[in-house]
């Protein structure tokens, strides 16, 4: 169907408009009385709408070329079902946790994303190739003239315009054509389940199956077999281990540090995947001699003497803390601004985080370098549901 704005130029229609004669409005149990067809034929006059021709694309059901052109149609949402359920197999099944590039399978880990949105976007397109093809190829070809009109519809308005839905979908013979319908159906069915799976697959799953050793309860930092956890920095190298002793720092500095097991010196690839780990850099702080400092209840032997060990990951969204300020002793966040005082236990002061960065304990061994106690008390990082710290 095409519409297109009253003529009243040279090339106005001699014939008498249908707007040229006004149609009796019917009373409301009349209208509930109409036919579909009657429904149609009276917002046609109303809404000045002119059918001006009308075919239907195959007027004897079931030819070959009928057929064929349904098998075309038919082949878009078949393609989109395929799609749909590749799509579907490969957000839960394909391996999808991060390998870095020179661990084995990595070229796999790495095609999940493209795998999943060519798949996704191939049924999209499956579908709605196939609602171009059906109507291209199927619908009654019409050709429609309606003047224009403002403001809101009537109710009459209203119910014929449903009327000539309803007889749209009639006329598409939709209802005959099986094998569309059903392959529409399932194109529909797959897709939907899919932008189901999306949105909630994630959430399909336990990070409690370890129970206290689950992934959002522990870091880098714990200890494994009873061995020290050293405080590191990155010279850049991950190979090369850089420990930090006290006397590293300058009063009113801060430095990022990572744990390291002597165990894992021969394992570069750990080395290297430490300084990766979400969870694992923590910025050391030290605060010039003469700042007054508030501990917290439980956490008073945290420190080692000026020295402070917050986590860096900031405990709104999860953004690195990288920003110290050392005359207000203000750790920054640089996403939303929000600010902690190194001095007071890292509590926030500004912005939209509310709880403190985690502290790790530390200490310093007979030798001078610095080491965690144990990993942090709490969880690192933004809230959630099971959180109770
Ligand atoms: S993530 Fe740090 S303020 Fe939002």
Not at 33 to 47: A, E, H, K, P, Y
Not at 97 to 107: F, K, L, M, Q, V
Not at 151 to 171: F, M, P
Request: overall charge negative; aromatic content about 8%.
């Amino acid at each position: 169907m095409s519409t297109r704005p009253a003529d009243h130029g040279a090339n106005a229609p001699t014939e008498p408009h249908p707007s040229d004669a006004t149609p009796r409005i019917p009373s409301d149990e009349e209208l509930a009385r109409m036919s579909t067809d009657d429904l149609v034929r009276l917002g046609n006059q109303i809404d000045d709408l002119e059918v001006v021709s009308s075919r239907e694309r195959f007027p004897v059901p079931g030819t070959r070329a009928e057929k064929r052109a349904e098998r075309q149609v038919a082949g878009w949402f078949i393609l989109a079902v395929i799609a749909g359920i590749a799509f579907l197999v490969a957000f839960i099944w394909w391996p999808w946790e991060y390998r870095s590039p020179e661990e084995e399978g990595a070229w796999v880990y790495a095609l999940y994303t493209p795998i999943i949105g060519v798949t996704f976007g191939l049924s999209v397109f499956g579908v709605g190739m196939g609602v171009i093809a059906y109507s291209k190829k199927l619908l009654p070809e019409d050709l429609t003239i309606q003047q224009r009109h403002d403001g809101r519809s009537k109710e009459i308005d209203r119910r014929t315009a449903a009327a000539r839905l309803v007889q749209t979908g009639q006329q598409s013979g939709i209802a005959r054509r099986k094998l569309i319908y059903r392959s529409l159906g399932a194109a529909g069915g797959v897709l939907g389940l899919g932008v189901l799976v999306a949105a909630f697959g994630g959430l399909v799953k336990n990070p409690w199956k370890e129970g206290p050793e689950s992934a959002l309860l522990v870091t880098e930092w714990k200890s494994k077999h009873g061995e020290r956890v050293y405080l590191r920095k990155n010279s850049g190298v991950p190979s090369d281990v850089v420990l930090v002793k006290a006397g590293d720092l300058e009063p009113g500095s801060m430095e990022t540090v990572f744990p390291f097991r002597e165990e894992e010196r021969e394992d570069p690839e750990h080395l290297a995947e430490v300084l990766r780990s979400a969870d694992s850099p923590v910025m050391l702080i030290r605060l010039r001699p003469n700042v007054a400092v508030i501990k917290r209840e439980g956490q008073e032997d945290f420190n080692y003497g000026t020295l402070f060990a917050y986590s860096k990951i900031c405990s709104h969204m999860g953004c690195p803390t990288s920003l110290y300020e050392d005359q207000t002793n203000r750790i920054l966040c640089p996403c939303h601004q929000s600010q902690f005082q190194a001095n007071e236990y890292a509590k926030p002061v500004f912005g939209p985080a509310a709880r403190p960065l985690a502290q790790l304990p530390i200490a310093v061994d007979d030798q001078g370098y610095l080491y965690a106690r144990s990993d942090f008390i709490e969880p690192v990082g933004p809230a959630f549901w099971e959180r109770n710290s």
